[in-house]
């Protein structure tokens, strides 16, 4: 288990309480809020978009995000990772809304998950991070693109969950599953059958 060091606006999501459950069920924990008092942070899955199977970490550069704790999360998971062939990888990256403003959370704007991912390759700034980033995904997933106004509609802001079973779904709002095309839809069908699930969420 690993404790993120949270940005003090975000600070009041913690809970203690929650934390402490956590502990007593994953006894083995990596705590790297004492970072908060060097101003460095990494908002867990906010920050990081994770492929997990494959070894990579991709971020958004950002005040929220620090490249630091990034690059030292990997180091972690590799020792975790007993037998791991290649070390992970972090791709670093800047990304802009469609009026210019920086993008502070990964997952607004990428998702990964077992076949597929998602990116809005258009909000990344430097063409040669973005073709790093679209040549990395594509090593391992198929990779759906969706354009800015898909990316403000939380279409990236989607999450792939397992049941106990191993069957896997694809959550999302009712305002991203609105704003695919038809042939992304198609796409989504093709990973995840019927297990789409939309939630009644527009904001």
Same mark, same amino acid.
Do not use: W
């Given at each position: 288990?690993? /404790?993120?060091?949270?940005?003090?606006?975000?600070?009041?999501?913690?809970?203690?309480? /929650?934390?402490?459950?956590?502990?007593?069920?994953?006894?083995?924990?990596?705590?790297?809020?004492?970072?908060?008092? $060097?101003?460095?942070?990494?908002?867990?899955?906010?920050?990081?978009?994770? +492929?997990?199977? &494959?070894?990579?970490?991709?971020?958004? !550069?950002?005040?929220?995000?620090?490249?630091? /704790?990034?690059?030292?999360?990997?180091?972690?998971?590799?020792?975790?990772? /007993?037998?791991? $062939?290649?070390?992970?990888?972090?791709?670093?990256?800047?990304?802009?809304?469609?009026?210019?403003?920086?993008?502070?959370?990964?997952? #607004?704007?990428?998702?990964?998950?077992?076949?597929?991912?998602?990116?809005?390759?258009?909000?990344?700034?430097?063409?040669?991070?973005?073709?790093?980033?679209?040549? =990395?995904? !594509?090593?391992?997933?198929?990779?759906?693109?969706?354009?800015?106004?898909?990316? +403000?509609?939380?279409? =990236?802001?989607? #999450?792939?969950?397992?049941?106990?079973?191993?069957?896997?779904?694809?959550?999302?709002?009712?305002?991203?599953? !609105?704003?695919?095309?038809?042939?992304?839809?198609?796409?989504?069908?093709?990973?995840?059958?019927? &297990?789409?699930?939309?939630?009644?969420?527009?904001?």
């Amino acid at each position: 288990m690993f /404790l993120y060091p949270i940005h003090p606006s975000h600070r009041l999501e913690r809970n203690q309480e /929650l934390v402490e459950l956590l502990q007593h069920r994953y006894p083995v924990c990596e705590d790297m809020t004492k970072y908060e008092s $060097e101003r460095e942070y990494l908002e867990g899955t906010a920050s990081v978009v994770f +492929d997990r199977m &494959n070894g990579k970490l991709y971020m958004t !550069r950002s005040p929220l995000s620090s490249e630091k /704790l990034c690059r030292y999360l990997a180091l972690h998971l590799d020792r975790l990772a /007993l037998g791991a $062939e290649n070390p992970t990888r972090c791709f670093f990256f800047d990304a802009v809304n469609k009026h210019g403003h920086p993008i502070h959370t990964t997952n #607004f704007m990428m998702m990964i998950g077992t076949t597929l991912a998602l990116v809005c390759s258009d909000a990344i700034s430097n063409s040669r991070d973005r073709e790093e980033v679209l040549a =990395a995904l !594509r090593e391992n997933h198929e990779v759906m693109e969706i354009n800015q106004d898909q990316m +403000d509609a939380y279409c =990236a802001h989607v #999450f792939e969950v397992a049941t106990p079973h191993d069957d896997v779904y694809l959550v999302m709002s009712s305002r991203a599953k !609105r704003n695919f095309s038809t042939e992304q839809m198609a796409c989504l069908k093709r990973h995840y059958g019927n &297990n789409i699930i939309d939630v009644k969420l527009d904001t």
